[in-house]
């Protein structure tokens, strides 16, 4: 597939390149990620900044739209930005050697809230579009069973859980689901939208009183990774059987037999893409709707 044209600005007069952004936040004070009127979201928070900086309106686009309170250690992001005003992205002090937007990424730090953070910004190719041209997102999810609940220095980021986990019992009832599957029963629905993902990795580690997730799919739905949590708790607390959690698959709905976990344990750890010339070809997968 040949690369695609420069991509040009919403007024179709100036030239852009296109800038992938490496993101990290504390969603606790975030109405999730995406742009709401009213709502102080990640998103809106990063908009305004590079606005400001850029002194034009820009909108950034992600690998993935986080709930309410969920956070992110390895987010991903792409946004257009017009060439003419790239000056502004860089210092007058820029040292030799030093990467080409490191000055931006300082600059973004003076305009951003403590609970947000951009990383690492590089120049990408027009292919690259940080949502569909995604392999693969990974997430983790931690609780605590000591009976103190959590440290207070990490009680913005792992849900206490006051019942005692089967974990051998969780990590049997995880690999019945891995695989490609319709997930509806553990999806929010949303119209149009397909609920068959290829989840790839769905593991549980205990340390001690730390219980960790680790979830790894090609994309995820509305609420799916809460969700399968959540399904599998009940599975570790023997409410419900492996068996049980396995029967979910059949489901064409999202199912009410169980809660999604709260969404203070959950983080987007990181998102994995293909080669540069391999890009375009995989956005065509990725928006091909799939169907049961």
């Not at 296109?18 to 936040?25: E, G, N, P, S, V």
């Not at 690492?120 to 569909?132: E, G, I, L, P």
């Amino acid at each position: 597939m040949p690369p695609k044209r420069a991509p040009t600005s919403p007024d179709g007069h100036a030239e852009v390149i296109r800038l992938r952004l490496d993101i990290a936040y504390d969603g606790t004070e975030f109405a999730g990620w995406a742009v709401q009127a009213g709502q102080r979201t990640v998103a809106g928070v990063l908009d305004e900044a590079l606005t400001t900086v850029f002194r034009t309106p820009v909108r950034l686009f992600a690998a993935g739209r986080t709930d309410t309170g969920v956070h992110a250690t390895g987010q991903v992001a792409h946004v257009d930005v017009p060439v003419p005003v790239l000056k502004y992205a860089y210092s007058r002090t820029r040292r030799d050697g030093e990467p080409e937007f490191l000055a931006l990424t300082r600059r973004l730090a003076r305009f951003l809230p403590v609970d947000v953070r951009v990383l690492r910004v590089q120049r990408t190719v027009a292919d690259f579009d940080a949502r569909f041209s995604a392999l693969r997102r990974h997430y983790t999810y931690r609780l605590s069973t000591a009976p103190y609940g959590v440290l207070p220095q990490s009680a913005r980021y792992v849900t206490a859980w006051s019942r005692p986990l089967d974990v051998g019992a969780m990590a049997e009832a995880s690999r019945n689901l891995v695989g490609l599957h319709d997930f509806a029963a553990f999806c929010r629905h949303r119209e149009g939208a397909t609920t068959i993902r290829d989840l790839q990795r769905f593991e549980w580690v205990r340390e001690g009183d730390l219980i960790t997730a680790y979830v790894t799919a090609d994309a995820f739905c509305w609420s799916m990774v809460r969700s399968l949590v959540g399904a599998i708790l009940a599975v570790g607390e023997h409410r419900r059987d492996a068996a049980w959690c396995a029967d979910l698959l059949s489901a064409t709905r999202r199912s009410s037999d169980f809660t999604a976990a709260p969404a203070r344990g959950l983080t987007l750890v990181g998102v994995d893409y293909p080669p540069d010339d391999q890009l375009g070809a995989r956005t065509v997968i990725t928006r091909d709707l799939r169907t049961r």
